[in-house]
């Protein structure tokens, strides 16, 4: 899919998933991102109510990772409620990366070699 594709992307995940990192990078590379806040929407389809995407993919990380990455101050609950609510998207995702182990370099390589394939 080159750059210049009208698709757009829809990220969801977690807080501290990395997905504010994951947009900057793809849209430097010219594609059209969609940060949705998925995780703070009581409806579980917001994600697709307006102007759903054409490819959405989750980012997943785990409560410990949350923290160490933002310095969180959350309780696990917080975490359990934002996966309760983004469930639904990730039941329906294009792509689900788990991002605990990855940089956000390889999590982008990751996006990009998905985004090749469904030329």
């Not at 917001?46 to 160490?68: E, G, K, V």
């Amino acid at each position: 899919m080159p750059a210049d594709n009208p698709l757009t992307i829809g990220l969801v995940g977690v807080c501290g998933a990395g997905k504010s990192e994951l947009a900057r990078r793809l849209r430097r590379r010219g594609y059209r991102v969609r940060h949705i806040a998925q995780e703070h929407s009581f409806s579980p389809t917001m994600y697709r109510r307006r102007q759903p995407p054409d490819i959405l993919i989750y980012l997943h990380a785990t409560f410990p990772t949350t923290i160490q990455r933002k310095g969180f101050r959350w309780h696990e609950r917080e975490y359990q409620e934002q996966l309760r609510r983004l469930e639904h998207a990730r039941r329906h995702a294009d792509l689900v990366i788990h991002t605990d182990e990855l940089t956000p370099e390889e999590v982008e390589a990751a996006v990009l070699e998905f985004l090749e394939s469904e030329q």
